[in-house]
């Protein structure tokens, strides 16, 4: 099974560029956009199985719609060459509030075939054409999840941080149980280590 992996796009970063002329963007956005398009014609080049995204599409969670269309399009190619595409909400994709969506959910809201955008921890199967992947997806974990609770409101920082650690341990550990070993698996997440 052949799996393209990438992380941390940032679409939207402009630092240094100029405007181009030709398509009223930044000079620096563009070199974003023609890595991304390196990374899209090497899956339906190469005939890859499916590409796993692991989060941080944009530079913050507020993407300006000329951005939001470029990264649809090279979804849309994606979808149309029948390559299944995984994206993990990162924390630069995370509104400030939990309810709000994030600047990817729109990908799974409009059912494009093959696209799948995980906001939370989840395992599920991905039918590819070399037969099923199992996915385990992680996305990033903020604070506020558990500052939401009561019981964690007056939690000192690093007692709060240790919270987060365990109950993100847990839930790999009990989807790691649900996995079924005739098919592979992968671990997908974003996030930050420590140790």
Not at 90 to 110: C, F, K, M
Not at 151 to 166: A, F, S
Request: hydrophobic residues 45%.
């Amino acid at each position: 099974m052949k799996l393209l992996h990438f992380s941390d796009l940032h679409l939207g970063v402009d630092n240094y560029g100029a405007i181009d002329p030709s398509t009223g963007l930044s000079t620096r956005v563009n070199d974003f956009l023609a890595v991304l398009d390196v990374i899209v014609n090497r899956a339906i080049e190469g005939h890859y199985d499916a590409v796993l995204f692991t989060g941080d599409a944009f530079k913050n969670r507020d993407p300006n719609p000329t951005l939001q269309r470029e990264l649809a399009r090279r979804i849309v190619r994606l979808a149309r060459a029948e390559i299944p595409l995984v994206i993990l909400v990162g924390n630069h994709d995370l509104p400030n509030v939990l309810s709000r969506a994030t600047p990817v959910e729109i990908y799974q809201v409009l059912s494009i075939p093959g696209v799948r955008v995980c906001r939370s921890i989840e395992c599920f199967d991905l039918e590819t054409r070399a037969g099923t992947l199992q996915v385990v997806a992680l996305p990033w974990v903020t604070r506020s999840l558990l500052l939401s609770l009561d019981n964690y409101r007056e939690m000192p920082d690093v007692e709060l941080d240790r919270m987060i650690q365990l109950t993100v341990s847990d839930a790999i550990r009990s989807l790691r149980e649900q996995l079924n070993p005739a098919y592979p698996a992968v671990l997908m997440a974003h996030v930050s280590l420590q140790g």
